[in-house]
């Protein structure tokens, strides 16, 4: 069993900037890559970043260089600081963990999303 604790989001206006925590628990022998998903009203969920246990980083071209993701492998912790923010980044953002459980296999597992929401 694998516990998401999500913080951060709520409502900005435009160009102001807002950050996201989420810390994962559970049984589980490690974690992969960690990261952060959106999904707006009619639309696919879509990649917003992702760090890898080695803190290497990927970015949807549509936050790269506005958004920085960040992790803490001993606190099984991820932020996103999101900066610049504009009414299209208004979406339920997910945290992400591939977790490889204590049978080595690896499951992805998701939080149960914050709303962010950016007004003109």
């Avoid at 959106?38 to 917003?48: D, N, T």
């Avoid at 049978?103 to 950016?118: E, P």
Wanted: include cysteine; hydrophobic fraction near 35%; aromatic fraction near 10%.
């Amino acid at each position: 069993q694998v516990q998401f604790t999500e913080s951060g989001g709520g409502s900005v206006q435009a160009g102001e900037s807002l950050d996201l925590s989420c810390v994962v628990s559970g049984k589980i022998y490690s974690i992969g890559a960690m990261g952060w998903y959106r999904e707006a009203p009619g639309k696919q969920r879509e990649l917003v970043a992702t760090i890898t246990a080695r803190k290497s980083t990927t970015y949807a071209p549509s936050v790269k260089g506005r958004f920085t993701i960040v992790r803490d492998n001993d606190k099984n912790a991820v932020r996103l600081w999101m900066h610049s923010l504009t009414p299209e980044d208004s979406a339920v953002y997910y945290c992400h963990a591939a977790a490889v459980e204590l049978t080595l296999s690896t499951r992805d597992y998701w939080g149960q999303g914050t709303q962010v929401t950016v007004s003109s």
